[in-house]
């Protein structure tokens, strides 16, 4: 008798301690913020190794807003939507696009940016538009999963994708000419262009419908999102994006201003 | 058969640890006793073309044993050879330990190697052993199979390098009886051994070997009666204490 | 009987097939308990419904994996034989060059190997096809290791073996064909099979230069789906159903050729 109670006992620990899942709607605990530091200069680290970038600052004074410490946890791209639904993160704040396939598993704020694509093109690749990048033959590589990943299986079925896990593959992949193409966002785009101006060339002719970046909770967090909204608004009226521009973007921003391009907390 | 050794030295790293030895008689059945760490491996594995000397000639009966590696695999073949232990191939049965080189290297067709071999075994009966691999032998079969190898070619010499020093007490008197048997069926053999009693009474010769040095040759009985020199004697005083004290 | 007993058996026993139906079934209801718990604790359900629509496509990575390993697994055999050999070599730079090539295999991250044997080496000899790329730079990795297997077996064959061979009058290649080779065989093949379910495993990291493989192929699911536990559970089952049959197979040999302890 004595062992079946000890089994029973350990049946109980095991429930017991499956059912220690987290409160999260408790506001006296921390705000989690999940992104992927691997996005500068939105999603960084300094060289002290701490979180650092336009997100960050904006997701810390977020905090300030309602009151909550912040806690930023560095999260891979695949696993920021799971960190939301397993309750690891309460918000993503990772220079994420609205899509309607993400909406399916998250719930977004107000969009708070714009951003386009943009080609990165081997010198000798003779892609001078996205016409030229969809053809049999061309291949582009894209980072698996982001919006230049969504809009190449769409949109450019006739080149063939090469899926990589980290921008800087993507780019080496270009410069190399294992690739034609990279699909990224501009300022991606624009900054490696310039580190590598003598072997690619880069195409900013929009070839999409603007996109626009907002935060991700879990689904039916509409308490959070609400003080999301209020924030955002806030947080524009009052010029918050102007100063993470100047502080983050300066040089950036005069780039875009000199080729015509729609600056990315313009939002019409 | 006649052994002749010239001038035999042997030095490893610098260091020598054999001879000069001169020797030249007829081998019947030899024993080599003395001292561990005296050379008496190291003189039978010249012996048997397992190493080669650093200085000196070996002859057995008239013919020189060679220098290079073809010409010493030729003499190593008239040669039989077992080892104080371990030197069973490990990963065939006894039967194939005896068949496969008298197919391999002596030209054995397979059924003649079977039947050379299974005589051997029902002889001295291991034949209930044969199909199993020497791990799972115990040591004193692994030894029998082992002279059963090593006589199964008809060498014209057999040479033991202490083939009861790493067995039980029980075993070594199997593996000793087995090699006096041989003595009656006329095969010649030299032994290194530290079994006194059977170097006395089972070698009709006995060499004493001391750092190196061949210091004493004679027919057995005679010189365990009559150490000549005082290093025998110290020898065999040691390794008779305690038998002395229990006769 | 006591109660106890059912659930204990001495060590080196095998414990009867009853017993251990019921132990292993008992186990088996408590570790997808535990799993069940965990998922409902994290509030994820699961839902595979996506697998008959991305069928072909794991298919096809399943194969390219089995492809994968199977092809490195016979070049790193090769690689590994021949730096087992030349590490005893006579010739120094051959024996110092495959001593560097298994100490730098085997002491830097299979990640950066490919990373820098795919961007750097490939691009500049023009090895551009993904999988030939892949299968080289993975066997390369892996060959480092079935060297070590190699040598440490040809050392482990003792000093008697080679001195008995001479002994009977073997020729150098006799001595080799049928002393040393067979017994080194007894002794690597289980050690190698073992290294073909590493391989089978380290195989998934080729998705990094974008390999088709099974890792990768589940990658591309998930980032178009987001059923990441899901197509990492899959990923999981997927991998086990081509490494368990090895394990098994390696357990076999090992059995088969015990005779040497």
């Not at chain 1, 999260?24 to 960084?44: G, H, I, N, R």
């Not at chain 1, 609205?98 to 093109?121: C, G, H, Q």
């Not at chain 1, 053809?135 to 990589?164: C, F, M, S, W």
């Not at chain 3, 095998?14 to 008992?26: G, R, V």
């Amino acid at each position: 008798m004595k062992k079946i109670a000890i089994v029973l006992s350990v049946c109980l620990l095991l429930s017991a301690a499956a059912g220690c899942a987290p409160a999260v709607t408790d506001s006296e605990k921390p705000l989690v913020v999940a992104m992927e530091l691997a996005y500068p200069p939105f999603e960084t680290k300094d060289s002290a190794g701490n979180p650092s970038g336009v997100s960050v600052d904006f997701a810390k004074a977020f905090g300030e807003y309602i009151g909550r410490k912040v806690i930023i946890e560095n999260i891979a791209w695949d696993g920021l939507i799971p960190s939301l639904q397993t309750g690891k993160a309460d918000m993503i704040v990772s220079s994420m696009t609205i899509t309607e396939k993400r909406k399916e598993m998250v719930d977004f704020s107000d969009p708070y940016a714009n951003a386009l694509l943009a080609i990165l093109a081997n010198k000798n690749s003779g892609i001078s538009s996205i016409d030229d990048l969809n053809q049999p033959g061309k291949k582009v590589a894209v980072k698996t999963g982001t919006t230049g990943d969504i809009y190449a299986r769409e949109h450019l079925q006739n080149a063939g994708r090469i899926e990589l896990a980290d921008e800087s593959a993507c780019v080496t992949e270009v410069v190399q000419g294992k690739a034609d193409a990279f699909i990224y966002d501009q300022l991606t785009i624009y900054r490696n262009w310039k580190t590598h101006e003598d072997a690619t060339v880069a195409v900013f002719i929009p070839f999409q419908d603007v996109e626009q970046w907002g935060v991700a909770v879990r689904k039916g967090n509409t308490e959070l999102l609400d003080k999301l909204n209020a924030f955002i608004a806030k947080f524009r009226s009052e010029g918050g994006f102007d100063k993470l521009t100047q502080k983050y973007l300066a040089e950036e921003k005069a780039a875009f201003e000199e080729l015509g391009f729609q600056w990315f907390f313009d939002l019409k | 058969m006649k052994l002749e050794l010239i001038g035999l030295t042997k030095t490893f790293n610098g260091q020598q640890v054999l001879g000069p030895i001169d020797f030249s008689d007829t081998i019947d059945t030899l024993a080599v006793v003395g001292p561990s760490g005296s050379g008496k491996s190291t003189l039978l594995r010249i012996i048997g073309g397992l190493l080669l000397p650093t200085e000196g000639r070996v002859m057995m009966d008239g013919e020189e044993a060679g220098h290079d590696e073809s010409s010493l695999m030729l003499y190593r073949r008239r040669i039989g050879f077992v080892f104080q232990q371990g030197g069973l191939f490990r990963h065939m049965t006894a039967r194939q330990n005896i068949t496969v080189p008298l197919v391999h290297v002596h030209g054995f067709t397979q059924a003649e190697a079977d039947a050379r071999a299974n005589a051997l075994l029902s002889r001295f009966g291991l034949l209930s052993q044969a199909h199993k691999r020497p791990g799972a032998l115990s040591g004193g079969e692994q030894q029998r199979i082992a002279i059963a190898r090593a006589i199964a070619p008809r060498p014209r010499l057999l040479l033991l390098d202490e083939p009861t020093s790493a067995l039980d007490p029980e075993f070594t008197t199997e593996v000793l009886d087995m090699i006096s048997e041989l003595k009656a069926d006329g095969i010649r053999f030299i032994i290194v051994t530290h079994e006194m009693g059977f170097a006395r009474h089972a070698c009709e010769h006995i060499a004493f070997l001391h750092e190196g040095r061949l210091l004493e040759y004679g027919p057995s009985e005679q010189l365990f009666a009559h150490p000549q020199t005082p290093e025998f004697a110290r020898f065999l005083s040691k390794l008779l204490e305690w038998n002395i004290v229990r006769e | 009987m006591k109660l106890r007993e059912l659930f204990l058996q001495n060590r080196n026993e095998k414990a009867l097939p009853l017993k251990a139906a019921l132990n292993l079934l008992l186990l088996t209801v408590i570790i997808v308990a535990v799993f069940w718990l965990s998922l409902t604790a994290v509030g994820v359900t699961f839902d595979f419904s996506f697998v008959s629509e991305y069928r072909t496509r794991i298919g096809q990575g399943f194969l390219m994996t089995l492809l994968i390993s199977l092809a490195s697994f016979a070049v790193s055999l090769l690689l590994g034989v021949l730096s087992a050999l030349g590490q005893g070599s006579r010739v120094l730079m051959l024996r110092y060059l495959c001593g560097f090539y298994v100490k730098f295999s085997r002491g830097t991250p299979l990640m950066m190997q490919i990373y820098l044997f795919f961007y750097i080496i490939g691009t500049a000899w023009g090895i551009d096809n993904r999988f030939v790329a892949g299968v080289l730079i993975l066997s390369i990795f892996e060959g480092a290791y079935i060297s070590e297997i190699i040598r440490g077996s040809l050392l482990s064959i003792e000093a008697t073996q080679w001195e008995a061979a001479k002994a009977v009058g073997f020729s150098r290649s006799q001595t080799l064909r049928l002393v040393i080779l067979p017994q080194m065989v007894t002794r690597t093949l289980p050690a190698l099979t073992g290294q073909l379910a590493s391989i089978i495993k380290d195989s998934s990291l080729l998705s990094w230069i974008a390999v088709i493989e099974l890792t990768q192929t589940i990658r591309e699911i998930s980032a178009d789906n987001f059923k990441l536990f899901e197509c990492y559970f899959l990923l999981g089952l997927l991998y086990l159903a081509l490494t368990l049959p090895v394990t098994l197979i390696t357990k076999k040999l090992e059995k088969k050729f015990s005779y040497e302890t």
